[in-house]
């Protein structure tokens, strides 16, 4: 149980773009989804807290307008990389927390911007 | 000051040896400590959850020291598999779930 279920895996998109990424929990609802970023040899870094049904809250440093997330459902959230540009790419990675247990991770969409 | 820190390594090991990584956090709220594997270019995997009694599973127990403000991972019999890096993950203060994770500690275990 528990699964969390991230797409796409990767993606490859010119400067300038948009990217959408979907985050779902497949078998339990999730009012709260995270968000991280993480660059190669180095630390998952929270970007964002995602809400079902309100606007997500955003670490210090990261750009609302530019990351935009939307939690529509308790089994789906949302990130949008906007005007992407190379210093966008990273692994992002879903994380969301059902019932008393832990974390659980999507398996991470690995984004490279040309 | 970061909020959750770690020793990268590299730690290289032989096979068979005990290994100890210790992660200290600077929020003296916290209140849910975990310890992630993460294998390369792969999503963290949930290793453990570290209890204040201290908790094992297995050839791995986790340690919490709140006075100090550090939690340890130690790893009995290493295995080739264990090759890895090891987060930790720190909860941001009572009642949150955000976790804060530290850059991770990687293990190689050697033949």
């Known amino acids: 149980g528990a699964v969390v279920s991230q797409h796409p895996s990767w993606v490859i998109c010119k400067s300038g773009t948009s990217v959408k990424i979907e985050c779902r929990s497949l078998d339990f609802q999730a009012t709260t989804m995270f968000w991280y970023r993480q660059f190669p040899k180095q630390s998952l870094m929270l970007m964002a807290t995602?809400?079902?049904?309100?606007?997500?809250?955003?670490e210090q440093g990261v750009e609302k307008d530019k990351f935009l997330i939307n939690h529509a459902s308790l089994t789906l959230s949302t990130l949008t990389v906007t005007s992407a540009h190379p210093g966008d790419s990273s692994f992002y990675i879903c994380?969301?927390?059902?019932?008393?247990?832990?974390?659980?991770f999507g398996n991470g969409t690995r984004l490279t911007v040309t | 000051r970061k909020e959750v820190e770690q020793d990268p390594g590299p730690f290289n090991v032989p096979e068979g040896a005990t290994v100890a990584f210790n992660c200290t956090y600077s929020n003296s709220a916290s209140q849910s400590f975990f310890w992630y594997r993460q294998d390369c270019r792969k999503e963290p995997k949930l290793l453990m959850s570290v209890y204040s009694s201290g908790n094992e599973d297995g050839r791995f127990t986790a340690q919490l020291n709140r006075a100090s403000q550090y939690i340890s991972l130690l790893i009995r019999d290493s295995k080739l598999s264990d090759s890895a890096t090891y987060l930790c993950?720190?909860?941001?203060?009572?009642?949150?779930?955000?976790?804060?994770f530290g850059t991770g500690t990687r293990l190689k275990v050697l033949a």
């Open positions: 993950a720190v909860n941001r203060g009572s009642g949150t779930y955000k976790y804060i």
């Open positions: 995602s809400n079902e049904g309100s606007k997500a809250t955003y």
């Open positions: 994380s969301a927390k059902g019932g008393d247990s832990p974390l659980h």
